[in-house]
């Protein structure tokens, strides 16, 4: 029953920020986890950015220092503030919970990401 929807994504020329957004109906009862995920053309889907609710966070090595996970509990969303944007950064972004442990079965529309040279 938990739904997810995506959004902020857009065009932006190389070194451009973009904050993206990802929204649930409501509050989620067990989550243990959140996630931001990208899919390049051609590519297949990669973890980029966690963030476990114990505080940790984690990022693919190649966004490090650019991308920030966080969260914000009453508005029942989270984020990817992204910085010094690369065309190797193009993708449609998605994101996804972890409730007990357990991921969230399927994916949202995503929202597309473009990073012009």
């Known amino acids: 029953q938990v739904e997810l929807v995506e959004s902020g994504g857009g065009l932006v020329q190389t070194g451009g920020s973009l904050k993206l957004s990802c929204a649930s109906s409501?509050?989620?009862?067990?989550?243990?986890?959140m996630a931001w995920y990208r899919q390049a053309p051609g590519k297949q889907r990669e973890l980029i950015a966690n963030?476990?609710?114990?505080?940790?966070?984690n990022y693919l090595d190649s966004v490090k220092g650019r991308f920030t996970i966080s969260r914000d509990d009453a508005k029942n969303t989270m984020y990817l503030q992204m910085n010094d944007l690369k065309p190797e950064d193009t993708a449609v972004y998605y994101c996804?919970?972890?409730?007990?442990?357990?991921?969230?079965?399927?994916w949202g529309q995503g929202t597309q990401v473009t990073v012009s040279s």
């Open positions: 996804n919970v972890q409730i007990g442990g357990l991921w969230r079965n399927g």
């Open positions: 409501g509050r989620i009862d067990g989550m243990t986890a």
């Open positions: 963030l476990i609710l114990d505080g940790r966070t």
